[in-house]
C-alpha cells in the first residue's frame, strides 16, 4: 500500500483513542458531503486514510476485510436475484 508508512506514522503519533475519535469525524464529514454533493472524493480520501488507520491499531487484516467484503456483496447480489 502506498503510503503505509506514513499511515502508521500518523497512527502512532496520535493513538487508538484520538484517531477512532477522528475516524467517526471524517465519516460524518462524508454523510455531509454525500447530502450536499459536493467535496464527495475529498472526503471518501479522509475517511480512507482514516480506516486504513484503524485498521492498523486494531490489527485488522487487509486480507480478512476484503473477504467479508466479497461475502457480503455476493450475499447482496444473491437478494436481488431472488427478489426479482
Known amino acids: 500500500m502506498p503510503g ?3 499511515i502508521k506514522q500518523l497512527a502512532n503519533h496520535y493513538g487508538k483513542q ?3 475519535l477522528k ?3 471524517e465519516k460524518a464529514e462524508l454523510t455531509q458531503a454525500l447530502c450536499k454533493n ?3 472524493a475529498e472526503e471518501i480520501a479522509d475517511v480512507e486514510i482514516m480506516l486504513e488507520q484503524i485498521k ?3 490489527f485488522i ?3 480478512e476485510v476484503e473477504k ?3 461475502y457480503k456483496i455476493n450475499r447482496q447480489i444473491d437478494r436481488i ?3 426479482g
Open 56 to 58: 492498523y491499531l486494531y
Open 38 to 40: 459536493t467535496n464527495i
Open 68 to 70: 467479508i467484503k466479497e
Open 23 to 25: 475516524c467517526i469525524e
Open 4 to 6: 503505509e508508512h506514513k
Open 18 to 20: 484520538a484517531q477512532t
Open 61 to 63: 487484516d487487509d486480507e
Open 81 to 83: 436475484a431472488n427478489n
